[in-house]
């Protein structure tokens, strides 16, 4: 299913404040948002604002509550409590305002494969005002399908699928373009083709809501992450603060293991880390024969490093490793599926 926006103007931010007194860079504004159905609360007092030109990631697990927000911020399902703003524009009071300024693709983008990519495009551009053939040409070149626009939908790829549904999305030129799960199905290529595909629409102002599964991705994409987890929201940052949160791993590698593990032991601020209890990626750790993987203070590292040296451990190689935006979320989330 995908949501189209209706407005005609191009990229721009309002200046000054617009509507209770939501500030004009903040192009979606959540404001202690609950949803509950049949009492049960889903969703419990989540807050979070997205910049001018910010690519946020929206994190969580099955049953986190995260398809039920999105489901809110475009106005399929309403809040029990909260406000949610889009420009400025309360999306309940005013929300024809407020979805004029949206692009969203939610699931999967539904077109009609005995259509063209660019007859389907017209179909939905015959839905909004002021959208011309030249915008359809302008946003067939912006998701990069000139050559295949004129192909019926059934012959095209899922990425090509994908992009087409974005096109569709952009028609209206949105302010924020929501998409949910953009990389399912996409192959590696497909994936990085779209991560360079959503910096250029920010890069060019428009504000991005991304979900998905692929955490390694997000890490790469997003200038900021929300981790929800049981209709709550557990952190809000950028990646980078986030995992300093956490702290780094240090990897030893000894010419005698045993002996290294053992004065490693003998101090009660260095924690050794069994093999399955961390979440290195394991192609760094394919490279490092024999590791040992420890978490301590880093001002405790060269210390460290004159008391093995001292024992007759030789050290051939010592590191930091940080951690992964996956091993956050595991810890945060207490282990739950992502979705």
Same mark, same amino acid.
């Given at each position: 299913?995908?949501?189209?926006?209706?407005?005609?103007?191009?990229?721009?931010?309002?200046?000054?404040?617009?509507?209770?007194?939501?500030?004009?860079?903040?192009?979606?504004?959540?404001?202690?948002?609950?949803?509950?159905?049949?009492?049960?609360?889903?969703?419990?007092?989540?807050?979070?604002?997205?910049?001018?030109?910010?690519?946020?990631?929206?994190?969580?697990?099955?049953?986190?509550?995260?398809?039920?927000?999105?489901?809110?911020?475009?106005?399929?399902?309403?809040?029990?409590?909260?406000?949610?703003?889009?420009?400025?524009?309360?999306?309940?009071?005013?929300?024809?305002?407020?979805?004029?300024?949206?692009?969203?693709?939610?699931?999967?983008?539904?077109?009609?494969?005995?259509?063209?990519?660019?007859?389907?495009?017209?179909?939905?551009?015959?839905?909004?005002?002021?959208?011309?053939?030249?915008?359809?040409?302008?946003?067939?070149?912006?998701?990069?399908?000139?050559?295949?626009?004129?192909?019926?939908?059934?012959?095209?790829? #899922?990425?090509? !699928?994908?992009?087409?549904? $974005?096109? *569709?999305?952009?028609?209206?030129?949105?302010?924020?373009?929501? %998409?949910? &799960?953009?990389?399912?199905?996409?192959?590696?290529?497909?994936?990085?083709?779209?991560?360079?595909?959503?910096?250029?629409?920010?890069?060019?102002?428009?504000?991005?809501?991304?979900?998905?599964?692929?955490?390694?991705?997000?890490?790469?994409?997003?200038?900021?992450?929300?981790?929800?987890?049981?209709?709550?929201?557990?952190?809000?940052?950028?990646?980078?603060?986030? #995992?300093?949160? !956490?702290?780094?791993?240090? $990897?030893? *590698?000894?010419?005698?293991?045993?002996?290294?593990?053992?004065? %490693?032991? &003998?101090?009660?601020?260095?924690?050794?880390?069994?093999?399955?209890?961390?979440?290195?990626?394991?192609?760094?750790?394919?490279?490092?024969?024999?590791?040992?993987?420890?978490?301590?203070?880093?001002?405790?590292?060269?210390?460290?490093?004159?008391?093995?040296?001292?024992?007759?451990?030789?050290?051939?190689?010592?590191?930091?490793?940080?951690?992964?935006?996956?091993? #956050?979320?595991?810890?945060?989330?207490?282990?739950?599926?992502?979705?």
């Amino acid at each position: 299913m995908a949501l189209t926006a209706k407005h005609p103007n191009e990229l721009q931010v309002e200046a000054s404040h617009i509507g209770d007194g939501v500030p004009s860079k903040v192009v979606l504004s959540v404001q202690a948002v609950t949803k509950k159905i049949r009492g049960r609360a889903i969703i419990r007092g989540i807050s979070f604002d997205i910049q001018a030109g910010e690519i946020f990631g929206f994190l969580g697990p099955n049953g986190s509550g995260k398809t039920t927000t999105i489901r809110m911020l475009v106005d399929l399902i309403r809040p029990t409590s909260g406000d949610i703003y889009i420009c400025g524009h309360h999306v309940l009071r005013e929300p024809e305002k407020a979805l004029s300024h949206v692009g969203c693709i939610v699931e999967n983008p539904e077109m009609y494969s005995y259509l063209t990519g660019w007859e389907n495009l017209e179909h939905f551009a015959r839905m909004q005002k002021g959208i011309d053939a030249a915008r359809i040409a302008e946003v067939v070149e912006i998701v990069g399908m000139d050559n295949r626009i004129h192909d019926k939908v059934k012959t095209y790829s #899922l990425g090509m !699928r994908q992009r087409l549904g $974005i096109a *569709q999305a952009l028609l209206g030129r949105p302010k924020l373009l929501i %998409l949910d &799960e953009p990389t399912n199905g996409l192959d590696p290529k497909g994936i990085k083709e779209l991560r360079d595909f959503i910096r250029k629409l920010a890069a060019q102002g428009m504000s991005l809501f991304i979900s998905s599964h692929l955490l390694s991705e997000i890490q790469l994409m997003c200038d900021r992450v929300a981790i929800i987890s049981k209709g709550e929201l557990l952190a809000v940052g950028t990646v980078e603060e986030l #995992l300093s949160q !956490r702290g780094a791993y240090v $990897i030893w *590698q000894f010419d005698d293991r045993e002996a290294g593990i053992r004065v %490693l032991t &003998e101090t009660l601020e260095i924690t050794v880390i069994a093999e399955h209890d961390h979440y290195i990626d394991e192609s760094i750790l394919s490279m490092l024969p024999g590791a040992v993987i420890t978490t301590m203070p880093q001002e405790q590292v060269a210390a460290t490093v004159e008391r093995l040296t001292r024992a007759g451990v030789g050290i051939t190689a010592v590191q930091k490793v940080a951690p992964t935006l996956e091993e #956050l979320f595991i810890t945060m989330t207490e282990g739950d599926v992502v979705e």
